[in-house]
Nanobody, 116 residues
Framework: QVQLVESGGGLVQPGGSLRLSCAAS????????MGWYRQAPGKQRELVAT???????GVTNSVQGRFTISRDTAKNTLYLIMNSLKPEDTAVYYC??????????WGQGTQVTVSS
């Protein structure tokens, strides 16, 4: 079992920045990859960024150059650093972890609202 707890969401003006955190606990050694999804009202959940066990990262095109995924292995914490935020980035952001056996675990989600 893996438990994930997100934090760091909130209301920010366009052009602003936020850092989301995802604290993982439980069977950490079973995790093969982690990442962030988001879901805007009325839209499907969208993959935003991923990081592999080896540290390889990827972000979706719409956030390229603005968002960065990183982790602190000593703290078992995943981050999503979001810069130059746009109103279309407004969504609930979910942290996920995928184990070597292919099982997915999800956090409870954190709301990000970009508005003036």
């Amino acid at each position: 079992q893996v438990q994930l707890v997100e934090s760091g969401g909130g209301l920010v003006q366009p052009g602003g920045s936020l850092r989301l955190s995802c604290a993982a606990s439980g069977s950490i050694s079973s995790i093969n990859a982690m990442g962030w999804y988001r879901q805007a009202p009325g839209k499907q959940r969208e993959l935003v960024a991923t990081i592999s066990k080896g540290g390889s990262t990827g972000v979706t095109n719409s956030v390229q150059g603005r968002f960065t995924i990183s982790r602190d292995t000593a703290k078992n914490t995943l981050y999503l650093i979001m810069n130059s935020l746009k109103p279309e980035d407004t969504a609930v952001y979910y942290c996920y972890a995928r184990t070597y056996s292919g099982q997915d675990y999800w956090g409870q989600g954190t709301q990000v609202t970009v508005s003036s």
